[in-house]
T-cell receptor
Framework: AQKITQTQPGMFVQEKEAVTLDCTYD???????LFWYKQPSSGEMIFLIYQGSYDEQNATEGRYSLNFQKARKSANLVISASQLGDSAMYFC??????????????FGQGTRLTINP | EAQVTQNPRYLITVTGKKLTVTCSQN?????MSWYRQDPGLGLRQIYYSMNVEVTDKGDVPEGYKVSRKEKRNFPLILESPSPNQTSLYFCASSHRGRIQPQHFGDGTRLSIL
């Protein structure tokens, strides 16, 4: 079974600083995908970034990058130059690579990030 | 604009009164899914659909029904809601494929009294 662990329930960061949100995962699969989602206080779930287990380069999307260390089974999200609007709950999630089936996302418990002015 | 639209966004209702939460996507996605989010339990999959007329149970299907008569719509039906179904519900969609990012609706906050 897949499991995602986010060990930081909450983080407080000064505006403009970079922040790293931790995510470790457990799976016996060789092929899988890792995702990060952002959930603002308004409640919606926003897709941020994706990393495939066979991707050799770390994924980047604007100010977001994913620090993928396969041997350590970690997929940390790095937000550069944080902004007040980055304050939200952040979820790490995993999906198995299967030909037929649920395409189910397994989520971690989330990290609440607060950006201070 | 590409989006997943859920309605209603908020609903307070009473035990036993049938309700339907609608979900519609305009991205021609084959795959659609429902999740519920609860404090301490995270997000859990309720039902999913890989295409029209193809649906299957997720991890927590009890008390829910779904249908997929059209590609764009995937309603969630609570035939006899109970207080333990009070939750934040999300519909998600993606292209069918082995690993695809799922795009979520804005969520529906249901309170069953």
């Amino acid at each position: 079974a897949q499991k995602i662990t986010q060990t930081q329930p909450g983080m407080f960061v000064q505006e403009k600083e970079a922040v790293t949100l931790d995510c470790t995962y457990d799976t016996s699969d060789q092929s899988y995908g890792l995702f990060w989602y952002k959930q603002p206080s308004s409640g919606e779930m926003i897709f941020l970034i994706y990393q495939g287990s066979y991707d050799e380069q770390n994924a980047t999307e604007g100010r977001y990058s994913l620090n993928f260390q396969k041997a350590r089974k970690s997929a940390n999200l790095v937000i550069s130059a944080s902004q007040l609007g980055d304050s939200a709950m952040y979820f790490c999630a995993m999906m198995r690579d299967i030909i037929q089936g649920a395409q189910k996302l397994v989520f971690g418990q989330g990290t609440r990030l607060t950006i201070n002015p | 604009e590409a989006q997943v639209t859920q309605n209603p966004r908020y609903l307070i209702t009473v035990t036993g009164k049938k309700l339907t939460v609608t979900c519609s996507q305009n991205m021609n996605h084959e795959y659609m899914s429902w999740y519920r989010q609860d404090p301490g339990l995270g997000l859990r999959q309720i039902y999913y659909s890989m295409n029209v007329e193809v649906t299957d149970k997720g991890d927590v299907p009890e008390g829910y029904k779904v249908s997929r008569k059209e590609k764009r719509n995937f309603p969630l039906i609570l035939e006899s809601p109970s207080p333990n179904q009070t939750s934040l519900y999300f519909c998600a969609s993606s292209h069918r494929g082995r690993i695809q990012p799922q795009h979520f609706g804005d969520g529906t906050r249901l309170s069953i009294l």
